[in-house]
């Protein structure tokens, strides 16, 4: 696989009668951050899921080769298993952020390592240094409501690096924010991932995110129909 952390081979995928994959061979390169670009209905977000492992394709494979050596096929894995690396591995952040509006920043970072098993207090401390790296020192107990769309997507981005996770899936991760705030999050997107060796791959429908990503694949029907390297 050479550099890359991800390999897609000839992805499959139908919705109904509709075929949202159809046929995609993809590679991401290790520390890489790649934009995934097209229409509505071309197949970006799906991919995207895909790669991760929340949806199996119906042919075609995944491989992951994590930094610690091996291959691992996640098509190939049970639910069980990929519900492992998206917990342990991956991170992902989403458009609207999906975080738990009853719980604060911290306990929403916290979260994500407690699940893997972190005691409390080691959790909170390891939420805590990652929202001041992120420019939220003191908002840690702040609900998610008492925040701006900005920090509440900054909290989501600390919430997928927490774990350590080596590579970070976002969808639409500014779609809703302005064009000052979407700057100041793809800031914190890259900062937080390929600026520390990891790997960011993102869906966007924004050129001005993309541009800032070192690669962007453009998808149409399900196809990967053309791919740009940043100048």
Same mark, same amino acid.
């Given at each position: 696989?050479?550099?890359?952390?991800? #390999?897609?081979?000839?992805?499959?995928? /139908?919705?109904?009668?509709?075929?949202? *994959?159809?046929?995609?061979?993809?590679?991401?390169?290790?520390?890489?951050?790649?934009?995934?670009? !097209?229409?509505?209905?071309?197949?970006?977000?799906?991919?995207?899921?895909? *790669?991760?492992? $929340?949806?199996?394709?119906?042919?075609?494979?995944?491989?992951?080769?994590?930094?610690?050596?091996?291959?691992?096929?996640?098509?190939?894995?049970?639910? /069980?298993?990929?519900?492992?690396?998206?917990?342990?591995?991956? @991170?992902?952040?989403?458009?609207? @952020?999906?975080?738990?509006?009853?719980? /604060?920043?911290?306990?929403?970072? +916290?979260?994500? &390592?407690?699940?893997?098993? *972190?005691?409390?207090?080691?959790?909170?401390?390891?939420?805590? +240094?990652?929202?001041?790296?992120? !420019?939220?020192?003191?908002?840690?107990?702040?609900? $998610? =409501?008492?925040?701006? !769309?900005?920090?509440?997507?900054?909290?989501?981005?600390?919430?997928? #690096?927490? /774990?350590?996770?080596?590579?970070?899936?976002?969808?639409?991760?500014? =779609?809703?924010?302005?064009?000052?705030?979407?700057?100041?999050?793809?800031?914190?997107?890259?900062?937080?991932?390929?600026?520390?060796?990891?790997?960011?791959?993102?869906?966007?429908?924004?050129?001005?995110?993309? +541009?800032?990503?070192?690669?962007?694949?453009?998808?149409?029907?399900? &196809?990967?129909?053309?791919?740009?390297?940043?100048?």
């Amino acid at each position: 696989m050479n550099d890359s952390v991800l #390999q897609a081979n000839a992805l499959l995928k /139908t919705y109904g009668p509709a075929r949202a *994959l159809a046929g995609v061979n993809a590679d991401v390169r290790r520390g890489e951050s790649l934009a995934i670009m !097209g229409a509505s209905g071309s197949g970006k977000t799906t991919l995207l899921h895909a *790669l991760a492992g $929340i949806i199996t394709p119906d042919a075609g494979s995944v491989v992951f080769a994590p930094a610690s050596g091996g291959r691992i096929d996640v098509t190939a894995q049970s639910e /069980t298993v990929r519900s492992r690396l998206r917990r342990e591995r991956f @991170g992902f952040v989403f458009q609207q @952020g999906l975080l738990i509006p009853e719980l /604060t920043a911290i306990e929403n970072v +916290a979260l994500a &390592l407690m699940i893997n098993g *972190l005691k409390r207090h080691d959790a909170t401390g390891h939420a805590a +240094a990652w929202l001041q790296s992120l !420019g939220l020192a003191g908002m840690e107990d702040r609900r $998610i =409501g008492e925040l701006s !769309g900005g920090q509440a997507q900054r909290v989501a981005i600390a919430r997928a #690096q927490v /774990t350590g996770a080596e590579l970070i899936f976002a969808d639409e991760p500014t =779609g809703a924010l302005d064009s000052r705030t979407s700057a100041e999050v793809m800031d914190a997107l890259l900062w937080s991932t390929t600026s520390q060796g990891r790997t960011l791959v993102v869906v966007t429908h924004d050129p001005q995110v993309a +541009a800032r990503c070192s690669r962007t694949l453009h998808m149409r029907d399900g &196809l990967i129909v053309d791919a740009q390297v940043a100048a």
